[in-house]
């Protein structure tokens, strides 16, 4: 009996384009990367498949170890049953999703046997190219047939890098998860708020906007790994504030939904001109607080489906004005809620982008690329 597998690898051999089959090695955690790429390809009937980088990692200090320094026999554990699986499978295409973890000579090697892309939802090029996480990944670059990135800034530089083909993936949110909650009593107590922020901490206004918000005595809800903002934050503002904890899945939805202003600060660390934030938020139905940049005045009509700021000062004055006028606030949360869902920002949408350009590329294929040893990839 012929598998589904092999129905989806054989119409996309006729088509010679539009892959049937595509196998995600992972090199991060979280639903809202691979997991959610997987599902969604399978969703729109391509074969997905996961290949668990982490699970060829011991536990204990010497795994976390090897995995912080992508060093040791983990790493060659990895790289190795990544090709003796690409080998076995042939998958159409094989997405490595961020691709910390494999060397260009591996890269090198599954073009012979596969179609190479990659996708990257940080900025490996950008201001923070020197830390340790990039040192194969940027090695490699030229070996891959293309790749994708989440930022128009990240896809010039990656082309000077010498990737033969770069693609834009904006984020998204997730339909099945990402969608306006009733929160119980208890869910009330725990997430019920004026203004909340979720996210981590950077070295810019975020710390300034969200003390200005708690001494004008703004009921603010911080949810975010508390070693970082501990450091951070005004004593007198934290005291505040805490506990500060980070929030996951069910958790994080229900921090926004518990929220009437959800607010959204831009890394500058990763160059942004927007986040995925800014998707999550709106769809949950929540009021979108975020700064303002060309790209999201682009997004959303500023005022009508969502706020935007500039400064600490700017943050404080909408934010107490929205929280006085309740309604207003919601006709914009509401409009903000029927623009993210109405305009192409979930995952599905843009899935079938990338697999629109992933056909493209497998159409018309450059010539194999030589690897630093000299050899054909």
Known sequence: MISAYETRKAASVATKRVPGSVLIARSTSGEVYEPAWSRALNDLGVDSRMFDTYACFPGGIWGRAQQRLLWG?????ANRRLLDRVRRERPDVTLLYQGH???????ARLREHTFVVGYHNDDPLGPQTAELRFRHLKPALPL?????????????????????????????YLP?????RALSAEDKARF?????????????LRVECLSRAVRAGVQVRLHGEPRFWRRSLPRDVLRRLAPVRA????DYRKALCGAEIAACFLSQWNRDQYTRRVFEIPACGVFLLAERTPLMRELYREGEEAEFFDSPEEFLDKVTFYLGNPRVRKRVAASGHRRATSSGYDVYSRIRGWLADVGEWRGDRPAAPRSSTGRAA
Not at 101 to 107: G, K, L, N, R
Not at 176 to 180: E, F, G, H, L, N
Not at 192 to 203: I, M, S, V
């Open 176 to 180: 099945w998860a990402d969608y306006p």
């Open 144 to 172: 891959y047939h293309g790749y994708h990135t989440y930022r128009d800034c990240t896809a010039e530089d990656l082309r000077a890098a010498g990737v033969p083909r770069v693609g834009l993936v904006r984020s998204f």
């Open 192 to 204: 019920g708020c004026q203004l909340t922020f979720a996210g981590h901490w950077e070295p810019d």
């Open 73 to 77: 026999p983990a790493m060659w554990k």
């Open 247 to 250: 929030r996951y899945g069910d």
């Open 101 to 107: 973890h494999f060397w260009a000579e591996t890269v």
